[in-house]
């Protein structure tokens, strides 16, 4: 069901509530008409109490009442008997609160996602409301209850009566023979001794303030104080003042009294047909809403039309009939008056206290009294213990299930109780408790009467004690037993299928259906409101089958197509019962079920509906959207039904427009598909002409891309950045020449004055019957510089949407529109129109539509009855181009509501000349080499009429080209011809007689000479100006990816005009090249500290070994038969390579498939005190050539793609970095670990860093066409510590493993030193005679001097100890040597400096001749500062043997 205002208990409680009757003297009713409303009408928004109230139950338990409501309304006479059925004329009032209650404009609706499914429906359904509550309170008071009988009555006289208590006296007496006299049936009364409350009506405006007290005075001597109640009134006089304003709060509630008005009428008037239908009430609209005359109809017989009375003629005899129901004429005066004019707010507070003093002290009292009475006489009949209260607590704790379905009774409406009768005074006690909260209480005697109920077959009255059993437990505070949902079953088959009273049905299934919906069994309600659906009343059917839908939809897993197909019931009993707009409602949310599934058939039978209920209903534009859908849905219909559909939907629209003045009306069909509108701004591209390579920049063939338009909104803005100094500038808006519904369209485009405009507009044929489109154009407005386009500056504003007027050589000369003279769409065909523009002037140019007329074009003869139809219908119109932005989601209140931002790329800007550049590429591969250099040449044309400048590139692969640098450039060919056979490198001749890799050429440069510190390139051009008509050639070295496979490079060229302040202020090329790369050679590179002494090595500290391993992987891809290796060269600010110790025999190093060679150098560190400098930043390159010639790697192209490969790496080592501390920074559990793993790991990096990197250039040999063909490249090997492997491919990036997520952390894993990279911190060598004699035979003691040299290895500070006690205790130990001692100093502990060598003299002490090994002493080292535990023990050199002879002579 429908989200409703109130609570479920809240309802229930409402549902019933005490009654109280009112009888008036004729002074009072006079007194209270003075504010348009009688005196029950005057209590009736105060009838709701706001404090709790107390009552004891027979066992003297206080019980709390809170929120009590009572209802007060007039004694009404009645004669007649009581009917299972509403009246005529609750029926029609019934139908016109439910007429009256519409959604409100605007109202925003609830929006759900199910699935595929967005659907938008009312939460709420405040008709539904209004109807339960009209409905429960039009109830006839029934014999086999209680709850709607009068259990007091308020006598009210006023203070003017000359004797108020001979009036009190009258209006007693008036009460007792109502009650008692026997001659009327209605009203009913509760008990036979109904309280009677006087009260006296006092008017301050104009009676006597004294004499009314003195009347109460006497009142209460004579009723007591708790039976009167002095109530003044009207306490402000007429006029009133014109700026007070007093709050009306009766107009919410008299509708509510109309119910019993005309039900008094139709008691007053029982001759009216008592067997009149609801569904006669909207019989003279269905009449006048049917369609009268006409012509045959022409369309064919739909399976699922409507009924043939409404769809018997054609739509041209379609008449629109308005079927607003008029109101009552109590609504029209109550509108037009207002009420409570002479009451003031002071005056709202009596009438409250009132109602609260005569409910506390009056009402509360006389039902706690009854309560008790009823209890009393119960227990004393049936011999029961003291209280029924206690008693059913040990009858029926543990009773049985009460009876699910019950059998054919023998008498079902015949048996009639007593009043006197125990069952019913059970019913009473029980009802009382109800009224007053007492739910468990009223449970158990509801519970004993039921049974009673069943065992006399009265099944009336146990379907009534079934039903409010039910209520009871559910309202039971705790909910100490469940809610027995089979009680209201059985209560209201019997209602409905033995007493066949479908009121008492209704009222039973509305308030089981309320309470299974608040505890979420919304399947079983709507299986009862299903249920509860009949023939006899179209009105009752139509709003359960809706609830019904709602339950179905507010599942948890919701049922959606189930609520379309109740929501189409309900609407079809909606339309029976004469409530076309809720049948419109009912319509128009199932559509949206059914639209776009498939549903065709169904599809065209509600769009047909709605169609016809909305052209009834005096919405043609509505008419118009639905008959619409036939047409553009994509329905099984054939073609001459379609065809007819389009004749009959022209004509509907051609009456809809007939209506308004239009010039150019809109045009539904072809449909177009506006989001897919595409705007290209811009000459076409020039071919290539011959081998030249135009750059592919933007076009309408292409598909968009939002990743690549990221990337080159990245590539721009890097530009703009590039262009103003580093900064992007604060109005920085990306060039957009190409706009579609995925582009940012939030501000107006930029145009160029004569540069085309081609707008792309998608049309779609939804028929099966061909369209014809003629003289197809674009539709404009255009306001030229320091105008306005707006509607009050007509002379102004240019469009060439009158197509009337005669200016038109005048429109041309500001913009030229092309026309499609035929544009033809075949049956169920999508066709693309690229319309052009070519603005002439500067200003604003808004593209509204599109223009053309329209016709259903012939597809050959069509024949039908024998005939050809000869008439064609065309109609010239229009189409408006309206495309929604996209969802606004920036601030708090675009999240809470539905917005949608402006979309502008039909709006754009027309702007000055200017510059235009166009970009070819001659010898531009599509094929390379891993690390292959080739040499191409760019093309840069300026084919505009203003110069450009600021030529810059950039790229997303930065290292896969370059330009030169103006230092280092070699002096090459520029034209392609002169270039065919000329190595791209700069080369120098090897002097005569050098030995291949000797001694290494070195050159020291500066980074900052290569402009490589971002990924913006300048172009260098000539002056740095390109004139209009000019082009220039510059030289492009490229360099194939290191990683095989198929590269997508993107370049983005950016230019400027030389003409400073216009609106674009730059504009962009695109260019997009595939490259393949073939696997070429694989270079893997180690270092290590050597272990040659320092007296022997060329540099004082030993140096490094470099070994290099390249390996051939090409597999004969390009036709490459053998690799060359012609030069090994490096290149850092502290390292170079200094010779080959193992240099090949041949000239260079040839390399076929799969082989593999390994070359040996070794490194030195810099000597140039300027190299070492880290703010200088400078790099030493040195070159060892293994050919006759020598590559110079610092010049170009070398030196520019190693610090591009080079900055490349450091960029993305930094991004997988910050990646990496901004992932770590969130387990602050880690942070103390962490640190200290960093500290020590950048130690260990300092120890060992290196930061050497090795280029190994390379010549291929290919024979293509019968001609040779050199290959040159280059592959670069970062070395970035000692003992650590680098190679030159680029590891392929592994998926990662999924783990399983904990939500608690993990103790912290313990800190794992490095102690591998520790362990190589100090290199030792020990300096000894290998051979020592000694005579020992003179002298016992053999010692002998030893030197321990300690070299440190690395940059920065250690410390070392030296402990002479430790001996190896392995076994192969002890066979060498026999046991010997160090004497002296046994442990030792100095400092080094950074690459320090330090000697320390030992004394070895042998006792006896034999091969010892010195090298026991164990070196432990760790960087200065640190703790113990980075100590780590240092490698060995390996044994030192000595041999000490023994001397004998």
Sequence with gaps: MAQCVQSVQEFVQDSFV??????????????????????AELLRPFCRLTSEGHIRDPNNQLQMVKNLRICVNNIVTSTSTASATLSPAQRLRL?????????????????????DYDLSFNATTPWFEAYRENFLQSMPASDHEFLNHYLACLLVVSSSEAVPVEQFLKLSQEQHRIQHSGEYTKPKWFIPNTLKYYVLLHDVSEGDGQRADTVYEDMKQRYGPQGCYLLKINSRTLPAEQNEQIPDPWSQYLHKNDLQTQDQLDDAFPAASSTTDENDVSATEDHNSSETGGEANRLEDHPLQLDSASSSGSLQALSTTHTEAKKPARETESASVGHGACLTLNDHDHIRQFIQEFTSRGLLPHIEKNIRQLNDQLVSRKGLSRSLFTATKKWFGGGKAPEKSISEPKSTSGLLYPPEAPELQIRKMADLCFLVQHYELAYSCYHTAKKDFLSDQAMLYAAGALEMAAVSAFLQVGAPRPYPAHYMDTAIQTYRDVCRNMVLAERCALLSAEILKSQGKYSEAATLLIKMTSEDSDLRSALLLEQAAHCFINMRTRMLRKFAFHMILAGHRFSKSGQKRHALRCYCQAMQVYKGRSWSLAEDHINFTIGRQSFTLGQPEKAVAAFKQILTNDSRQTATQQG????????????????????????????????????????????????????????????????????????EEQLAAAANRGVVPVNFQPSQCYLNSQTDNLHNPLAVVEEPIIVEVMFRNPLKVPLSLSCLSLIWRFACDGEKTTQDSSGVLITNEDTSAQETSHRDDLVTTETIPDFNLGPEETKMARLRLLPHRTGQLNIVGVVYDLAAASSGDIVADGQQKSDVMVVRGRQDLKIRGLRLNQTKEDK??????????????????????EVFFLQFPTALLCGEIRKAYVEFCNVSSVSLCGLRVASTHPDFFTFGSQATTPLTPLSPTSAENCSAYKTLATPPGSTLGSVASETLVSAEDFSLLSNVVDIPINGGTLHPGESTQLPLWLRGPDQEGVHEINFLFYYESAEKGTKISHRVLRHTVFICASRSLS????????????????????????????????????????????????????????????PAKEKDCKLSSRERAKLCFRATPCKHPQATSDAVKLFTFADLNLGNERIVSSATPCGDFFF???????????????????????NSSLVAVEDKKCDVAHMVKKCNELDLSIIVIWKAYVVEDNKQLILEGQLH????AVGKEATSLTPK??????????????????AVLPSAELSRLVKTNMHYPETYTHAFTHNSICVVPVSLVLSNCCWTQVDVVVDLRHKSISSEAWEVHSAFTWVGQSRYKVQLKPRQVMCLTLRACFVQPGVYNLNTPRVFAKPAEQGTACETSQQNAGPALIIVNNNNA
Excluded at 95 to 115: D, F, R, Y
Excluded at 662 to 672: E, H, K, T
């Design 644 to 715: 007819a559909f389009l004749r009959e939907y022209l004509y509907v629209y051609k009456s809809v427009i007939s209506r308004n003045e239009v010039i150019l009306p809109q045009l539904p069909l072809p449909c177009i598909q506006s989001s897919a509108t595409r705007v290209y701004f811009g000459h076409e591209r020039r071919l290539a002409e011959g081998e030249k390579q135009a750059a592919t920049h933007v076009s309408l063939d292409q598909e968009y891309d939002p990743d690549l338009a990221a990337m080159w909104y990245k590539l």
């Design 18 to 39: 005490p009654m109280v009757a009112v009888l008036c003297s004729d002074e009072a009713e006079r007194m209270t008409r003075k504010n348009n409303l009688n005196f």
């Design 1277 to 1280: 090997v970062a070395l970035q």
């Design 95 to 115: 139908n016109e609160v439910v007429l009256s209650c519409h959604p409100q404009e605007g109202t925003v609706s609830t929006t759900i996602t199910a699935g």
């Design 1293 to 1310: 990036e592994e998926a990662q493993e999924m783990v399983l997520f904990k939500f608690k952390s993990d103790l912290p894993p313990p």
């Design 896 to 917: 809470m509501f539905v917005r949608y931002g402006p979309d502008r790329r039909l709006d754009p800007i027309i702007t000055p000349p200017m510059a235009l550049m």
């Design 1204 to 1226: 591009r490969c080079r900055w490349t790496s450091e960029s993305r080592q930094a991004d997988t970095s910050s990646a990496r501390t901004s992932s770590d920074t969130k």
């Design 1083 to 1142: 270079v893997q590179a180690s270092a290590c500290c050597s272990s040659v002494p320092p007296q022997h090595s060329p540099d004082e500290n030993g140096g490094t070994l470099v070994f290099i391993d390249v390996e051939n992987i090409n597999t004969s891809e390009a036709g490459v038969r053998e690799f060359h290796i012609i030069q090994v060269s490096s290149s850092s600010q502290r390292w170079r390579l200094h010779k080959c110790i193992n």
